[in-house]
């Protein structure tokens, strides 16, 4: 995994620009502290950081070739999963390679197959290709949305990068919100529409968008949908195809040059990552496997069950390690650090965030880090397999909202009153869009129907924010996380797949469940769903309470100009008469402080101009 960016600009001389430049390429070095590299002409910069994981020795970027006249410069972000079908096919038509890295077979397939290339890739990344002589540049980013690339265009030119403040870092446009960026922190927060970056003149590919930059215009085109078909495979052939697909995007990733190591909490899905590759390491007489988990302090004490998390994960834990005779490790993070840990966690993001489910993440890479630049994660598997209370609740199903965020009460409570009066439409809007997005067969049951547009929800909003948390978080330290069950093909399976066998059983994932039943310990194939930990010690309330209160207290701060202090009071006083979580399953009155923290931390340290 990689930084990039780029800045393309006829008109401008990048030669006499090295302090900015360099100012563009630094401020991402997170990303890629191994190694930077530049590309400069006339007209045209492309900037490059590098983590080193596959063939360190070579790889370096950005890299260059010559194919029919052209020359192509890429920097490249991301691990393609099938380099070596289309490094084959490539030499069938008559290419050389000089190194085992992805980064020259995706440049060399770009040359091939120009924009069709991103059909033919199985990865998770996002990269640039400029073509020298004609002075074009085409960006791609992968199916799911993995991996991030923003970009700013103004008149006679276009800025990218893997994050928004390499955009920013280009002094070309002010760090600036309008009203409508304010709708989406306030009435869609952590959650953000796909495509937007919240500050004004910043946007985002989609998941499975490229764009090609020429002559001063940009025009983008997606080159992957979520499509119906019919799903014509038996019981039998269903749960076979799906222990075929997820075992093959596991052991596709465990490619690495550098330590790798795996997330286990004991769920589920972390459980069957973990196996799969404890398996295959024992196949092939490697080492066991490497785990992680994380815990916060006292937790056990202050443990409290509930529909969301019924269970404590360590008793699964130890299930697992038996099970994969991993060499495990526990991360225990402290209160106080974690509630710290939200300031790192904007600059991470760029943006207001999960906060301590930000943060807890963010502080848990930055150790993994020190002994590992690889891990694997079972991020998704909720979203695409009907893993959430919402799936199987069928007053929450069929209630016509963002499940994860079915009232906008809290949200209105917190704000001053006539401050962004139309929240609630901006959000309806977002919702309305979505499911009419959801392609459907005219033969869909109404439970299939509402399944499609709920996968629909699911996949761009809700798995976006926690694919977002991951990359950001997990390379702020420089570790890069890779997400099996993003596997595309998993991906179409999942959106195709009816409801009653997705379900299997009646238990949510019950088809992965069925799966795997048979190399997984029974209580971890039957365990109820219990989301990523977060903290229930009292402390970490306090703390955060402490520090809205301070930020109450100081009129200058620019947040007190949308705030209600009246509103923020009440959830301070009374906690518990929050009905339903700010968003998801866990944003409850901590975390709601949390995310007043966040906003004014990225309002006055990022210098942003309200409208």
Same mark, same amino acid.
């Not at 620009?17 to 563009?24: A, K, N, P």
């Not at 020259?104 to 890739?121: F, G, I, P, S, T």
């Not at 919100?177 to 529409?193: H, K, M, Q, V």
């Not at 590992?372 to 016509?400: Q, R």
């Given at each position: 995994?990689?930084?990039? *960016?780029?800045?393309?600009?006829?008109?401008?001389?990048?030669?006499?620009?090295?302090?900015?430049?360099?100012?563009? @390429?630094?401020?991402?070095?997170?990303?890629?502290?191994?190694?930077?590299?530049?590309?400069?002409?006339?007209? *045209?910069?492309?900037?490059?950081?590098?983590?080193?994981?596959?063939?360190?020795?070579?790889?370096?970027?950005?890299?260059?070739?010559?194919?029919?006249?052209?020359?192509? $410069?890429?920097?490249?972000?991301?691990?393609?999963?099938?380099?070596?079908?289309?490094?084959?096919?490539?030499?069938?038509?008559?290419?050389?390679?000089?190194?085992?890295?992805? $980064?020259?077979?995706?440049?060399?397939?770009?040359?091939?197959?120009?924009?069709?290339?991103?059909?033919? /890739?199985?990865?998770?990344?996002?990269?640039?290709?400029?073509?020298?002589?004609?002075?074009?540049?085409?960006?791609?980013?992968?199916?799911?949305?993995?991996?991030?690339?923003?970009?700013?265009?103004?008149?006679?030119?276009?800025? !990218?990068?893997?994050?928004?403040?390499?955009?920013?870092?280009?002094?070309?446009?002010?760090?600036?919100?309008?009203?409508?960026?304010?709708?989406?922190?306030?009435? /869609?927060?952590?959650?953000?529409?796909?495509?937007?970056?919240?500050?004004?003149?910043? %946007?985002?590919?989609?998941?499975?968008?490229?764009?090609?930059?020429?002559?001063?215009?940009?025009?983008?085109?997606? =080159?992957?949908?979520?499509? *119906?078909?019919?799903? $014509?495979?038996?019981?039998?052939?269903?749960?076979?195809?799906?222990?075929?697909?997820?075992?093959? *995007?596991?052991?596709?990733?465990?490619?690495? #040059?550098?330590?790798?190591? !795996?997330?286990? @909490?004991?769920?589920?899905?972390?459980?069957?990552?973990?196996?799969?590759?404890?398996?295959?390491?024992?196949? %092939?007489?490697?080492?066991?496997? #490497? $785990?992680?988990?994380?815990?916060?302090?006292?937790?056990?004490?202050? !443990?409290?069950?509930?529909?969301?998390?019924?269970?404590?994960?360590?008793?699964?834990?130890?299930?697992?390690?038996?099970?994969?005779?991993? %060499?495990?490790?526990?991360?225990?993070?402290?209160?106080?650090?974690?509630?710290?840990?939200?300031?790192?966690?904007?600059?991470?993001?760029?943006? +207001?965030?999960?906060?301590?489910?930000?943060?807890?993440?963010?502080?848990?890479?930055?150790?993994?880090?020190?002994?590992?630049?690889?891990?694997?994660?079972?991020?998704?598997?909720?979203?695409? =397999?009907?893993? =959430?209370?919402?799936?199987?609740?069928?007053?929450?199903?069929?209630?016509?909202?963002?499940?994860?965020?079915?009232?906008?009460?809290?949200?209105?409570?917190?704000?001053?009153?006539?401050?962004?009066?139309?929240?609630?439409?901006?959000?309806?809007?977002?919702?309305?869009?979505?499911? @009419?997005?959801?392609?459907?067969? +005219?033969?869909?049951?109404?439970?299939?129907?509402?399944?499609?547009?709920?996968?629909?929800?699911?996949?761009?909003?809700?798995?976006?924010?926690?694919?977002?948390?991951?990359?950001?978080?997990?390379?702020? @330290?420089?570790?890069?996380?890779?997400?099996?069950?993003?596997?595309?093909?998993?991906?179409?399976?999942?959106?195709?797949?009816?409801?009653?066998?997705?379900?299997?059983?009646?238990?949510?994932?019950?088809?992965?469940?069925?799966? !795997?039943?048979?190399?997984?310990?029974?209580?971890?194939?039957?365990?109820?769903?219990?989301?990523?930990?977060?903290?229930?010690?009292?402390?970490?309330?306090?703390?955060?309470?402490?520090?809205?209160?301070?930020?109450?207290?100081?009129?200058?701060?620019?947040?007190?100009?949308?705030?209600?202090?009246?509103?923020?009071?009440?959830?301070?006083?009374?906690?518990?008469?929050?009905?339903?979580?700010?968003?998801?399953?866990?944003?409850?009155?901590?975390?709601?402080?949390? =995310?007043?923290?966040?906003?004014?931390?990225?309002?006055?340290?990022?210098?942003?101009?309200?409208?």
């Amino acid at each position: 995994m990689c930084g990039i *960016a780029g800045w393309l600009d006829k008109d401008r001389d990048f030669f006499g620009m090295t302090e900015v430049l360099s100012d563009m @390429s630094e401020c991402i070095r997170h990303r890629g502290p191994d190694e930077h590299g530049e590309y400069i002409r006339q007209g *045209a910069a492309l900037l490059h950081r590098r983590l080193s994981v596959i063939d360190p020795e070579n790889g370096h970027q950005p890299m260059s070739t010559m194919f029919e006249g052209e020359k192509y $410069t890429i920097v490249y972000n991301g691990e393609l999963y099938n380099t070596d079908e289309l490094r084959a096919e490539l030499k069938d038509e008559g290419f050389g390679f000089g190194t085992n890295s992805d $980064t020259e077979v995706l440049l060399k397939a770009y040359c091939r197959y120009k924009e069709a290339c991103a059909e033919k /890739l199985n990865g998770i990344f996002a990269f640039a290709v400029y073509e020298e002589n004609a002075g074009r540049l085409f960006m791609c980013r992968d199916r799911v949305g993995v991996k991030p690339l923003f970009y700013h265009i103004y008149k006679g030119g276009l800025i !990218f990068g893997s994050e928004i403040k390499a955009i920013l870092k280009s002094g070309m446009l002010k760090p600036e919100i309008s009203e409508e960026g304010l709708y989406e922190l306030f009435f /869609l927060g952590p959650a953000r529409t796909v495509g937007s970056g919240i500050f004004s003149g910043v %946007n985002e590919l989609l998941p499975g968008e490229y764009a090609v930059y020429e002559d001063g215009r940009l025009n983008k085109t997606r =080159y992957y949908r979520l499509k *119906a078909h019919p799903h $014509t495979d038996s019981v039998e052939e269903t749960i076979e195809r799906m222990r075929y697909l997820l075992t093959d *995007a596991v052991e596709r990733q465990l490619v690495s #040059d550098v330590p790798m190591c !795996f997330f286990l @909490s004991g769920g589920l899905d972390s459980s069957i990552i973990c196996q799969t590759a404890s398996n295959f390491r024992k196949r %092939n007489n490697l080492p066991p496997i #490497d $785990t992680y988990s994380v815990e916060y302090a006292d937790n056990k004490r202050y !443990f409290t069950k509930s529909l969301f998390q019924p269970n404590a994960d360590y008793e699964y834990i130890k299930l697992m390690t038996d099970s994969t005779g991993s %060499n495990h490790r526990e991360v225990i993070i402290d209160n106080e650090e974690l509630m710290y840990a939200l300031y790192p966690s904007v600059k991470a993001r760029d943006l +207001p965030g999960y906060v301590d489910i930000d943060s807890s993440l963010l502080l848990f890479c930055r150790e993994i880090k020190k002994d590992f630049t690889v891990a694997l994660s079972g991020e998704c598997a909720d979203e695409l =397999y009907g893993g =959430y209370p919402w799936y199987h609740n069928h007053e929450i199903l069929f209630e016509d909202c963002f499940p994860w965020s079915r009232s906008q009460d809290i949200r209105r409570q917190v704000l001053k009153k006539g401050a962004l009066p139309k929240g609630e439409e901006y959000v309806r809007q977002r919702y309305l869009d979505t499911i @009419s997005s959801a392609d459907c067969l +005219p033969d869909d049951s109404k439970i299939d129907k509402r399944m499609r547009e709920m996968f629909v929800m699911n996949y761009y909003w809700f798995m976006q924010c926690l694919l977002e948390r991951k990359d950001r978080c997990s390379m702020y @330290s420089g570790l890069e996380v890779r997400v099996p069950f993003c596997d595309y093909r998993l991906v179409d399976y999942a959106y195709n797949m009816p409801w009653e066998l997705k379900a299997y059983g009646g238990r949510e994932k019950g088809i992965i469940r069925k799966a !795997f039943e048979d190399i997984l310990p029974r209580d971890i194939v039957y365990r109820k769903k219990s989301p990523y930990p977060k903290t229930h010690n009292p402390v970490y309330m306090r703390l955060c309470t402490q520090k809205v209160r301070e930020i109450l207290s100081d009129k200058s701060r620019r947040i007190n100009s949308l705030l209600s202090e009246e509103g923020i009071n009440a959830v301070i006083e009374d906690p518990d008469s929050i009905s339903s979580p700010w968003y998801g399953q866990l944003m409850r009155a901590p975390q709601i402080m949390a =995310y007043i923290i966040q906003l004014d931390c990225w309002l006055e340290s990022y210098d942003v101009r309200l409208p």
